[in-house]
């Protein structure tokens, strides 16, 4: 399948540790990973976003994500499938980088042939950097002056309902509150919650409209609201 996808309307967050993606809604592995091996085949999806093109300091990300189911064939209802997957991203802001890498389990459970109760969880490791040459002080602050750069553990847990035309989402960011070395005493990874959701109007069999929604709450400031719209011909050509 073809998809052409055109950038949407972006709003601002506060407080925000994560990096942001417009195109959440074709790769909801990126943020999900109850998604891992829902699918039967090798899903493999790349992402890069570059904001406020030529600020110095500008945001920079991007994703890779690989998954695959394991026992994909289902015996019975509420017999579990299983799924696997793997995540690389890289986002650079300021003087600030880090690099995460997380290996995501994840078990399928079929209530109804058409309903479905997702479970997933990564677990990985994030590196983050400071860079000083990048920041800039009105006065000298010796606190902003050092390079630091340090590894800590990281999950996610993520929860995934489907039925025919219609999901919902659950995701929890951050689960270990590491803290940020040499940053600041209360400098740490925070909790960030997602909720998402979408529903699939079918139109003679030839076109459907999905409007779907993604949710964020981060630990501080006000909650976000993106909003999705795509359209599909015959599962061969998509506009988003």
């Known amino acids: 399948m073809i998809i052409l996808c055109v950038a949407g309307v972006n709003y601002s967050l506060f407080s925000q540790q994560l990096p942001q993606y417009t195109q959440w809604a074709a790769n909801q592995f990126a943020i999900n990973p109850a998604h891992a091996g829902i699918k039967n085949c090798l899903d493999i999806h790349s992402l890069y976003r570059l904001q406020w093109y030529g ?6 990300s991007g994703f890779l994500t690989l998954c695959a189911p394991i026992n994909a064939k289902r015996k019975e209802l509420l017999s579990a499938r299983h799924g ?3 995540k690389v991203e890289v986002d650079n802001i300021g003087p600030f980088s880090s690099t995460r890498l997380n290996l995501t389990y ?6 109804t042939p058409e309903t479905r109760l997702s479970l997933g969880l990564s677990f990985g490791f994030v590196q983050m950097a400071y860079n000083p040459q990048n920041a800039i002080t009105i006065y000298p602050d010796p606190s902003v002056t050092k390079t630091s750069s340090f590894i800590k553990p990281d999950a996610t847990f993520g929860a995934w309902w489907n039925g025919k035309n219609y999901y919902l989402g659950f995701v929890e960011q951050n689960l270990l509150h590491s803290k940020w070395e040499d940053i600041g005493t ?3 990874y925070r909790l960030h919650t997602l909720f998402n959701g979408g529903y699939r ?3 003679e069999e030839l076109y459907t409209v999905v409007p779907a929604f993604l949710m964020k709450i981060p630990p501080a400031g006000p909650m976000s609201l993106d909003l999705n719209l795509f359209f599909d011909y015959r599962n061969q050509f998509g506009l988003g």
């Open 55 to 60: 600020f110095e300091g500008a945001p920079r």
């Open 84 to 86: 696997v997957g793997g």
């Open 106 to 111: 994840a078990s399928h459970f079929n209530f």
């Open 186 to 188: 209360d400098s740490k």
């Open 201 to 203: 109007l079918v139109f």
